[in-house]
């Protein structure tokens, strides 16, 4: 963990130079994914570490959010149920074509393309008996690398100044979140989706609105940390045996994510004209990225980070919650007209 944790300080240093968006993420993401390529030894990073700066990312949103949006959660639910409507339908079109191209089953393409978490994908994949796994990691993979790479360049344009702050790191805010990383463990135990997220954000809003306490200031460095917490993690997700696939699945993979950013671009012009949002609020809050990243990045470009966190946690919700058990539905379906056409032919 060490060397992973010494070559993210490095790739961070050096994009922080170079004056890239987001840089101690982005940096420990490039140089750890290359150097997996070179060193041959085994590079890991604890899945703790990358939940503790989820718990962080977390924290800062609870810390800064807008209280106000629920006094416009009619409309803004309006938006979000009819963004995502758009989203997945592309992405079954998208999975529809790539299936056709590359080869593949469509129901890996339609599992590849959905922009939903890689762990909860491969589970349901896993559980439905699609043999094409390794088809279904590198589609999501891919996505999410090519996502966090090049959106913040699309939206770089955006970053507005930021006013240097002279938070300290005090005891109030560490005892705070050991508080959030113990409720998000509970959480988890229930079963609750992107609970490392959430919970801190549901805790602090509690905590806003129901006690006198004063919620302590967040020092500059402080997202820093929790890029690089994160960034190590994706960094470890494109393993080399992943570029093994056939050619065509391989392109499939990169056209795909890049059809989904081009479809996310046109749903986030829609949502800014008719919400009245930046463009970076709207095309981060539409992205087909992980949470987490796309919130770093809104905080990044001074975005609406509780607006882009809505969204997006909204759009997994959707998913898990409704998406995933009706393509279930659908599969059981569809295997029983199978076996009852098989049946009525003998």
Known sequence: MLKVFVLSLIGGY??????IPIPWMLGPIVVIMLAQFVYKGPLKWSGQMRDLGVVMVGTVIGVQFNIDLFGMMGSILFYMITLNVILIGGSIVIAYLTSKWAKIPMKAAVL??????????????????VEEIGVISYFQVIRLLLVVVFVPFIVAGQVISKQPTDAKLTINLVLLIALAWGC???MQRIHL???FFITPIILLITLH????????????FFMAIAQLLIGAHIGLMLKPHMIKLPI?????GIISAFALIALTFGSSILMSFAMDTTFATSFLSTAPGGLDQM????????????LVS????????FIFIIIMPLMKMFYRWREKKRLSTIKQAV
């Open 14 to 19: 050096i994009f922080s130079l170079l004056h």
């Open 112 to 129: 590849g393309a959905i922009p939903g978490g890689l762990g909860q994908i491969v589970v349901f994949a896993e559980e439905e008996k």
């Open 184 to 186: 998000s463990h509970l």
């Open 193 to 195: 989706p992107v609970a």
């Open 209 to 220: 609105l129901t006690t006198p306490i004063t919620i302590p200031q967040v020092p500059g």
């Open 248 to 252: 065509r699945v391989l392109l499939g």
């Open 295 to 306: 919130v770093l990045l809104a905080d990044a470009v001074k975005a609406e980070v509780s």
């Open 310 to 317: 809505m969204f997006q946690t909204f759009r997994l919700l």
